[in-house]
C-alpha cells in the first residue's frame, strides 16, 4: 500500500522549533517511502487561526525545502470549509445512538472530585449521559447549551506506533466520554481529524508525543466510522531549558527568530540532529537527508533544547 501522510498544522501563529521537528519527520517518512504529502489547515477555531497565518507556514515550510503533493489554501483542504463532512459523520454516529448531549460546565468538569489521568486530566465521568428529556429541557430553559460527547465503550484499544512502541488505553477508564461538538456549534478536533484522515486516504499520521494519548480514541472512531486507521508516528517533543513545551504562544524559538539565526540548510541540520539523523548539527537539504531516514534513529524522549 501506498504511504500516504499529511502534515495538518493549525495557523494560528508562526511554527516554531518543535512544529519543524514533526514537520521534517512527516516529509521524510514519506519522501523515504515515495509515498504522498497532504497539507491540511487545520484551522477549525477561526477565532483564533487566520488565512494570513496559513500563508505564512506554507512560505516557511517551502523555504526550509518541504513541499507537498496536494493541499494547502484550497476549500477542500481547510477546515473551515469542511463542516458537511462532519455533520455527515456526526449524523451517523447519531445514528449508532454513540452522542449525548453535555450540559456541565467547565468548573463541573474540573471539579476536584472528576476523576483525572496521570498527566492530570480530567476523565469525564458520564453524568450527562443519563439525563432525562425533562431534565434536558430543564437545563437548556436556564440558558445552558449543551456540547455534544461520544459515548466511549469500556473496552481497552491497543496500537503499536511506530516511534513509541505499544500504546494502549481503556477508553471509558482512562480516556471518558470526549467531546466531538462544542456548545458553540463547532466541531472539535477529535471528530474532524478522524474524518479529514478517513476521506483524504491518509494512513501514517506523524505528530507530536503529546498526542498519543488521543490515538486510541482516534482509532476507534475510524471504527465506528467505517474507515481504516492509520498507522501512527509520534515524534519527541522539544522542551525550554524550565521543561516548558514550546508553544506558539510563548514565541519560543519561532520562524521569524530562527530564520534570523539560520539559513535553511543550517536549520535543517539542526533538526536533523535532534532526530537522531545526524551526529552533529550540519548544513544539509531535506532531500539529502531522505535516503539515511529511519524510524529507528529517531528519539523516543523529549529533547530540551538550548539555543543562545
Not at 107 to 115: C, G, H, L, V
Request: proline fraction near 5%; charged fraction near 25%; glycine fraction near 8%.
Amino acid at each position: 500500500m501506498e504511504v500516504r501522510g499529511r502534515f495538518a498544522p493549525t495557523p494560528s501563529g508562526r511554527m516554531h522549533l518543535g512544529n519543524l521537528l514533526a514537520a521534517l519527520l512527516a516529509w521524510l517518512d514519506v519522501r523515504s517511502a515515495e509515498g504522498e504529502l497532504v497539507l491540511r489547515i487545520e484551522d477549525l477555531d477561526t477565532q483564533r487561526t487566520s488565512g494570513a497565518f496559513a500563508q505564512q507556514l506554507m512560505e516557511d515550510l517551502r523555504w526550509l525545502g518541504l513541499d507537498w503533493d496536494e493541499g494547502g489554501l484550497e476549500p477542500a483542504y481547510m477546515q473551515s470549509c469542511r463542516t458537511a463532512y462532519y455533520e455527515k459523520a456526526f449524523h451517523v454516529l447519531e445514528e449508532k445512538g454513540l452522542v449525548y448531549p453535555c450540559y456541565c460546565t467547565r468548573s463541573e468538569r474540573m471539579a476536584a472530585s472528576a476523576p483525572h489521568r496521570d498527566d492530570g486530566a480530567v476523565v469525564y465521568g458520564g453524568k450527562c449521559y443519563g439525563l432525562t428529556a425533562a431534565e434536558r429541557m430543564e437545563l437548556e430553559r436556564s440558558g445552558r447549551r449543551p456540547a455534544w460527547r461520544v459515548r466511549c465503550p469500556d473496552r481497552e484499544v491497543t496500537l503499536e506506533d511506530g516511534n513509541c512502541g505499544s500504546y494502549a488505553e481503556n477508553l471509558a477508564r482512562d480516556c471518558g466520554d470526549f467531546i466531538v461538538r462544542r456548545s458553540d456549534g463547532v466541531f472539535a478536533y477529535q471528530l474532524a481529524v478522524v474524518v479529514d484522515d478517513g476521506l483524504m486516504g491518509v494512513n501514517h499520521v506523524v505528530r507530536g508525543r503529546d498526542l498519543l494519548c488521543s490515538a486510541p480514541r482516534q482509532a476507534w472512531l475510524h471504527e465506528m466510522l467505517g474507515y481504516e486507521p492509520p498507522e501512527f508516528f509520534h515524534t519527541p517533543l522539544l522542551l525550554a531549558p524550565d521543561g516548558r513545551r514550546l508553544a506558539k504562544r510563548d514565541h519560543d524559538l519561532d520562524m521569524g527568530a530562527l530564520q534570523d539565526q539560520y539559513t535553511p540548510e543550517e536549520l535543517t541540520g539542526l533538526l536533523a540532529c535532534y532526530a537522531g539523523l545526524l551526529e552533529h548539527p550540519e548544513k544539509v537539504t531535506a532531500k539529502e537527508l531522505v535516503s539515511q531516514f529511519s524510524w529507528a534513529k529517531v528519539p523516543k524522549n523529549d529533547i530540551v533544547v538550548c539555543l543562545s
